[in-house]
């Protein structure tokens, strides 16, 4: 079976929600942020060097990096649910979403965080840069979730699951206030059962 090493308030909510989404069994393990640092605490490098959550452990195998672990899940699933069939559109677009979550998003969006929490004054030279990803990728988004309910077509699959968390951390930020049909996205996702559940471990 596998454990889900969860740190609370991060990218874990991923697995869990995954896994519930699938219907598979798992165990959880929680670890607490550090409340000073916000840092994810020692046990987390005793699993893992890189100290990051997610972490899984299935049997032998040790895993972190949220879209791998999702992958290596959704192999293992009983059937091909949450992911389109190879050769259609719908899998052109999962592909190109389930990675620009982390691939591309997340810089923007994470150096926003890590920005809004500095506290020495003066130039801040990436706030151009920055700025100028987060228009670009959010209105792509936003365009994106107009046309269609679910970042791979009509059927909600593991790409919604990467971009939501994601969406939710650029949505604390304020950064996607404007961006009606994220927000309309985000409540009709953030409804899902199996989000619910994920959601309630912190
Ligand atoms: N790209 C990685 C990012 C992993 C990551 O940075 N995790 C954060 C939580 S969302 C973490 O563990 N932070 C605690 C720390 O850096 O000490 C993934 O998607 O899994």
Redesign the pocket.
Known sequence: MITVHH?NK???KRVIWLLEELSMAYTLVTHQ?DPIT???PES?RLIHPL????IIVDGETTL????A?LEYILNKAPSNQLKPAPNTTQYVQYLEWLHFA?GSL?LPVISTLLMSMETRSGDKPLDGYIAKEIALDFSYIDQTLAKQPYFAGDEFSAADIMMTITLEIANNLKLIEACSNIQRYLEKVQQRPAYQVANSHG
């Open positions: 740190l991060s990218r874990s942020r916000n840092l994810a987390l100290a990051k959550a997610p972190c990096e949220s879209g672990i982390e997340a």
